[in-house]
């Protein structure tokens, strides 16, 4: 390949990526003006995660964003939608002044990553906004967001989080009276209802004794000096100032990556196996990587155990 075949190629993969977070496409013009047109808003870094970040780098997220589009438009037929990604307050508000003249009534929210803020611009027009979590994704900020939201008594903002699609589908289906001359506040209520009437009731609360013994507050103090602080952020490992009085050390990725490198691998299949025996449900979680997750336990133990003496127990 050339500078000139290379630069062309580059020209058009930036055009791309600056498309795919773009605020989407306006609804069909002549569309009926009696269904309800909803903007779905994926909040998010990027399609493909660029660093670390909750999930993970390289994270692709574009099957899930697929998989809402082609749901919500089967299964919600008497609504329309359009879709949108951004990273931010910036592009939120590209997305507010271009829904200006669209007739939007309302904003389905996916945190997809967790510090994004857009749900918070979106709320600010007064339309109704539905708020979704993506699972260990955007959980993080969906939790914080929607705490402030309930702080501030947001009269707007409905919410819904689950690992059932089934319950997403129902809570737009919340927008529907909205439409048909029903209030903002009337479809607060309807999601704050479906989703206390679709949280499974608690079962069994029974509990085994499990009696707690305290220390004395000096005990307390002499056992906190005595132990120490295992702090895992970048590559830097050493000594550190001491937090309330408990030595800290930074160990570094490596020497994690290294640890469980190392673990015996036979010895993290038993601890995968008593795992797995002990366990009401294993579900959703494959052998390799229970015995991979057992093998990082094993190195961590072995972290532990070199960077010095622990208190007994």
């Not at 990604?85 to 939120?92: I, K, M, R, S, V």
């Not at 038993?270 to 002990?278: G, I």
């Amino acid at each position: 390949m050339n500078r000139r075949h290379f630069l062309a190629k580059s020209t058009v993969a930036g055009a791309a990526a600056l498309s795919a977070l773009s605020p989407g496409r306006l609804f069909a013009a002549g569309s009926a003006s009696d269904q309800p047109r909803l903007r779905i808003v994926h909040s998010l870094h990027a399609p493909q995660q660029p660093g670390p970040d909750w999930p993970n780098k390289g994270f692709d997220f574009q099957p899930f964003m697929d998989r809402v589009a082609r749901e919500l438009a089967q299964r919600c037929p008497g609504f329309q939608f359009a879709t949108s990604l951004a990273t931010g307050e910036a592009q939120a508000k590209q997305i507010v002044e271009q829904d200006g003249a669209s007739g939007v009534d309302g904003y389905v929210v996916f945190q997809l990553n967790c510090w994004n803020r857009v749900v918070q611009t979106l709320a600010a027009t007064g339309k109704p906004v539905l708020y979704v979590d993506f699972q260990y994704g955007g959980s993080g900020g969906f939790l914080v967001y929607t705490a402030a939201f309930l702080r501030a008594k947001a009269p707007n903002v409905g919410f819904v989080a689950s690992s059932n699609f089934d319950d997403v589908v129902a809570a737009v289906q919340c927008f529907a009276p909205v439409k048909k001359g029903g209030s903002v506040a009337d479809f607060v209520a309807a999601t704050k209802k479906l989703r206390t009437e679709r949280t499974p009731r608690s079962g069994d609360l029974a509990c085994h004794a499990d009696p707690l013994r305290t220390l004395a507050p000096q005990d307390c103090l002499q056992r906190m000096k005595a132990s120490r602080i295992l702090a895992v952020r970048d590559q830097n490992s050493g000594p550190a100032d001491p937090v309330l009085g408990i030595p800290l050390d930074f160990v570094s990725f490596a020497e994690v990556n290294q640890a469980w490198e190392k673990a015996d691998r036979d010895a993290a299949r038993e601890v995968a196996d008593r795992w797995q025996k002990d366990a009401t449900l294993v579900e959703g979680v494959s052998r390799e990587t229970l015995d991979s997750s057992a093998a990082f336990y094993l190195g961590m133990k072995e972290v532990l155990k070199k960077r010095g003496p622990m208190p007994s127990r």
